[in-house]
């Protein structure tokens, strides 16, 4: 039963991995996201293609996090960094994610944005409950992830709770384009 339990877990981060790259593709002759916002570090974008918005910052080292809701299918994280050696795209890598200090496992997926572009990301799904992602996000002083042959970067969470709401209300319009 665990084996299965573990099987189907797999299949939807794969699954899910594939969706968000769909999703997230950049195309040369136009932008795909739109800004809606800014808050401290932090800037909300909208993606009117998968009727979704994210928040993104990057750490001291540049490496970029990307945390974001797509409507249907919930909250994920993509990070990434061009100085990275590239994961391979629909691999599975163990990682950490951190706020308020509380370190969480996930596997990622390894996956690039644009076609023929090797760059080093991995995305992961924070499921559908996006109600407690918002929430535990909000009240974290701190945001870390621990990558895989990278060691642990930590993200600026300061004006976070701003960026959470103006992400909210971004999701909120977003069914309306």
Request: proline letters at 4%.
């Amino acid at each position: 039963m665990g084996c299965l339990i573990r099987l189907v877990g797999l299949c939807f981060v794969i699954f899910l991995g594939l969706m968000i790259q769909g999703h997230l593709m950049t195309y040369e002759d136009k932008p795909v996201t739109l800004e809606y916002g800014a808050a401290g570090q932090w800037i909300v974008r909208q993606d009117p293609q998968s009727h979704g918005c994210f928040m993104t910052t990057d750490a001291k080292d540049l490496t970029r996090i990307r945390l974001g809701l797509i409507k249907g299918a919930g909250a994920y994280v993509i990070v990434g960094n061009d100085e990275w050696s590239p994961f391979v795209e629909g691999r599975l890598y163990a990682l950490t994610f951190s706020a308020k200090g509380d370190p969480i496992p996930f596997m990622a997926t390894g996956m690039t944005l644009s076609p023929g572009i090797d760059q080093a990301m991995l995305g992961f799904s924070l499921g559908k409950d996006t109600e407690f992602f918002l929430d535990y996000l909000s009240k974290s002083k701190t945001i870390g992830m621990t990558i895989p042959n990278e060691g642990y970067i930590q993200f600026n969470s300061t004006e976070i709770h701003k960026a959470i709401s103006l992400l909210t209300e971004c999701q909120n319009t977003s069914e309306e384009i």
